[in-house]
Nanobody, 125 residues
């Protein structure tokens, strides 16, 4: 079955950087778009970024555009989220997700059919 394992979260100060990784297994990674979502305490899970199967197309939410960058390495079956200039409002559990499709869909969770267990990112002021 499909497994997604996130890593790279932690506690950092505002302005710092982190890189999240998500290692995938269980199906042909290079056939599917991938995404990152996050969920802060008491809030809905929200879209952060997505990348197409080939890596040629990406999308980022307005709240992270210019600070976060999604990328993928199909040879390593891994998707990354480089997070720069972190803010306290970026504090959340970050989830990796595997899409049902090769192309990027919308930000809706319904485009994705497999999810990781999440990794905590905490940004102190």
């Amino acid at each position: 079955q499909v497994q997604l394992v996130e890593s790279g979260g932690g506690l950092v100060q505002a302005g710092a950087s982190l890189r999240l990784s998500c290692a995938a297994s269980g199906r042909t990674f290079s056939n599917y778009a991938m995404g990152w979502f996050r969920q802060a305490p008491g809030k809905e899970r929200e879209f952060v970024a997505a990348i197409s199967y080939s890596g040629r197309n990406t999308a980022h939410s307005d709240s992270v555009k210019g600070r976060f960058t999604i990328s993928r390495d199909n040879a390593q079956n891994t998707v990354y989220l480089q997070m720069n200039s972190l803010k306290p409002e970026d504090t959340a559990v970050y989830y990796c997700a595997s899409s049902k499709y090769g192309a990027i869909g919308g930000p809706e969770r319904s485009f994705y059919d497999h999810w990781g267990q999440g990794t905590q990112v905490t940004v102190s002021a």
